[in-house]
């Protein structure tokens, strides 16, 4: 009679079905729980998860089991399904025991979904989108009611800088208008699935089911409504990935399902984080697998991407996530912490299923060479046979090259704008210099307008960002000028945005409520990338740049018949620049008009051109 009771209660509560309440109880975990029709990846490895199953073999009406595989844990099955040339449906699997005949049969329906039409060619982000970097805990809280979670650990606790705030998918949603308004075409938010940690939970990047939205965020179905609300504003959504790592208390490490699913030392073992051990021809063996196996932190568990069950899965995960929610790219977190042969395969994987797709990994090094490497087809890496296949790449020199030069009003040897200048002499190592992702902040560095609260420096650095070569990413709040310094705890970087909760005293989304300081700089960041939005020409031109002299910097976005040219003046003084010396770009225009200001260019008749003290001009050049 309790168990009956329990049966109701868990019924009511979960919106199931009897029937799909006895299946959600006949297995623990089945993963993936679906898949789709006309698929490349058509052979879908399904993990089981349940006490002794790898004593059952497996039947399936309708589809071939190809293999079953058993691994030195009994509690998993890993169970290879051909869907390929199958409709779509519920296939009936059968688990029959044979060590047990008195063990009765477990079923499983697995729901083969038709695939959208144009799946395959999804379209991912490139040169002409901006890309907003959103903390969704941080940002808006949509929804109150999930703001914390009975089956979770951290409660919100909105007092505590390092706790969760409340953030969710709803509050995304009901703010897309305004990132629309500022003239963002994508967004990229920090992971989203279950992160169970009992603090610093937050930044999601700990995960405890990688196929589960975090329930303080909302659940699947919400992650599917904000891609499509976004897209109907044209705006894409990108997912960020962790296959580096889980969190220690993702379900596998109470029950792995196999020995060497972990990288697992006799004592904890750190990484070094010299990342440049992956290319390094002079590299220890040890140093090398202290690099790519050492876990991030005590709290991330290291994944084995050298195990094929393993790499199988995280690639299995990534494409259900893309087809279920509709995703239009990826980013991946620690990309050069991986093993580089398994992240390679990975990522390889997803780009044979979307050829048009877009992924981005996170190379944090301060070397162009070292970054080049991870490169797809990179000339740097053919040295030693390895092609990541890899489209995108961050450049972290440049933000390490802005983070300084903005700061050094008079120019040295190698100071003010020859940091940025020279960082792009570089470009010569990268196999596709425009698939580079450019920034000067985001969620794990201090804050531009802290280091430079001067809104001068802003308008510099984010033209910049946006005229240069590659795809420009801003941080949320960048826009209002909010700041942030990481020697007081990442949750000063990754501050609430003002107006996300009903309590706030003002809302930064709203034009009427903004301080006249974040007026100025949403203005300025709104004109700028509605600009750039439109501009083929800054999409897809050739660069050219011209050595920068006593602080200031010029260059030029040019096709065969247009032409931009942008004068940065990092100096607090005025500085006259000779246009003569620009001629091999200027010699066919006759006029140029400022797009930020009321200043323009003669060319017939200007010999020289006067820049104010830290002023940005972006000249659109007429003939």
């Known amino acids: 009679m309790r168990l009956g009771i329990y049966l109701f209660i868990v019924l009511f509560s979960s919106n199931l079905s009897f029937e799909a309440l006895a299946q959600k109880l006949s297995f623990d975990h089945v993963e993936p729980a679906n898949w789709w029709t006309n698929m490349e990846h058509s052979k879908v490895e399904v993990l089981f998860h349940k006490e002794n199953i790898s004593e059952y073999r497996v039947a399936c009406e309708g589809l071939t089991v190809l293999k079953t595989t058993s691994t030195n844990n009994p509690n998993f099955l890993f169970v290879t399904l051909e869907t390929k040339n199958k409709n779509p449906g519920i296939y009936n699997l059968t688990f029959t025991s044979f060590k047990n005949k008195r063990k009765k049969n477990l079923t499983y329906k697995f729901e083969l979904k038709e695939r959208e039409s144009g799946s395959r060619n999804r379209k991912g982000f490139d040169q002409s989108d901006l890309i907003y970097l959103i903390m969704p805990d941080r940002f808006a809280n949509g929804n109150e009611s999930n703001d914390s979670h009975d089956s979770l650990y951290e409660k919100a606790d909105r007092g505590n800088p390092a706790g969760r705030h409340g953030g969710d998918l709803e509050g995304i949603i009901q703010h897309l208008d305004y990132i629309q308004e500022l003239g963002a075409t994508a967004i990229w938010t920090t992971p989203l699935m279950e992160d169970n940690d009992s603090v610093y939970s937050y930044h999601t990047y700990a995960q405890s089911d990688v196929y589960k939205i975090d329930p303080r965020f909302g659940v699947n179905e919400d992650y599917r409504s904000l891609v499509q609300e976004a897209q109907k504003r044209n705006i894409k959504i990108i997912q960020d990935v962790v296959t580096n790592h889980w969190g220690h208390m993702h379900w596998m490490m109470f029950d792995a399902p196999d020995t060497n699913w972990f990288h697992q030392f006799p004592e904890f073992t750190q990484s070094n984080f010299k990342m440049g051990t992956h290319m390094d021809p002079h590299s220890s063996l040890i140093d090398y697998n202290i690099c790519r196996n050492g876990w991030f932190v005590k709290t991330m568990p290291d994944l084995n991407q050298d195990h094929p069950l393993v790499l199988n899965y995280l690639i299995q995960n990534s494409i259900w996530w893309i087809e279920y929610a509709g995703l239009d790219g990826l980013r991946v977190d620690t990309y050069s912490f991986n093993s580089k042969e398994g992240v390679a395969k990975w990522t390889k994987s997803i780009m044979q299923e979307y050829p048009d797709f877009s992924i981005v990994g996170e190379i944090w090094m301060l070397d162009q060479a070292q970054i080049a490497f991870w490169q797809k087809n990179s000339p740097v890496a053919a040295i030693q046979g390895y092609n990541s296949g890899l489209p995108y790449v961050m450049d972290f020199t440049l933000l390490d090259a802005m983070s300084k030069s903005f700061k050094e009003t008079e120019q040295g040897w190698k100071k003010g704008m020859l940091r940025v200048y020279e960082n792009f002499i570089n470009d010569f190592l990268y196999a596709d210099a425009d698939n580079l992702l450019v920034f ?156 930020l200001s009321n200043s323009s260019l003669d060319l017939n008749s200007d010999q020289f051109f006067k820049v104010e003290g830290k002023t940005v001009h972006i000249f659109e050049l007429k003939k």
């Open 440 to 595: 000067f902040e985001n969620h794990d560095t201090e804050r531009f307008n802290e280091r430079h609260p001067d809104i001068r420096d802003y308008k510099l650095a984010l033209s910049l960002i946006c005229t240069t070569r590659g795809i420009p990413q801003i941080y949320y709040g960048s826009e209002i000028g909010m700041k942030g310094e990481r020697n007081f705890g990442d949750g000063d970087i990754r501050r609430d945005f003002p107006g996300g909760w009903k309590d706030d005293q003002h809302s930064a989304f709203i034009d009427s409520q903004r301080t006249d300081e974040e007026n100025a700089y949403f203005e300025f960041t709104k004109m700028l990338l509605n600009w750039r939005k439109n501009k083929k020409l800054i999409h897809k031109g050739q660069l050219m740049h011209y050595i920068p002299e006593r602080n200031v910097y010029v260059y030029f976005r040019y096709t065969e018949d247009e032409s931009v040219m942008v004068i940065l003046n990092n100096s607090t003084e005025s500085r006259e620049i000779e246009l003569n010396r620009f001629n091999e770009r200027l010699a066919s225009f006759s006029t140029g008009e400022d797009v």
